[in-house]
Nanobody, 124 residues
């Protein structure tokens, strides 16, 4: 079974920063789209950012654009989510996910492999 392992969550004050990491199996990492999602208490899960395996093209939800950056380290088979200027509304469980495809990574609906999540709390 494919395993995605997130880390880096925690508690921070508004305006602060956190970096999330997601370690993936090498074969998957090189071939598939990767993304970050989040789910706040009482809300539906929403897509946050995506990154393609080849060109490294990225896409972002409107709510995080300009504050969050998704990136990848191919040597470490790891995807990162750098979160700056955090707001209390960013409080959520953050999940790493992959889709069994290499293209059109920006479509959040195709992601089917999930990590266990890492929690982020932003206090005002």
């Amino acid at each position: 079974q494919v395993q995605l392992v997130e880390s880096g969550g925690g508690s921070v004050e508004a305006g602060g920063s956190l970096r999330l990491s997601c370690a993936a199996p090498g074969y998957l990492f090189r071939q598939q789209c990767m993304a970050w999602f989040r789910q706040a208490p009482g809300k539906e899960r929403e897509g946050v950012a995506t990154i393609s395996p080849g060109t490294g093209d990225t896409s972002y939800a409107h709510s995080v654009k300009g504050r969050f950056t998704i990136s990848r380290d191919n040597a470490k088979s790891t995807v990162y989510l750098q979160m700056n200027s955090l707001e209390p509304e960013d409080t959520a469980m953050y999940y790493c996910a992959s889709a069994t495809k290499r293209y059109y990574c920006a479509y959040f609906g195709d992601y089917s492999i999930w990590g266990q999540g890492t929690h982020v709390t932003v206090s005002s």
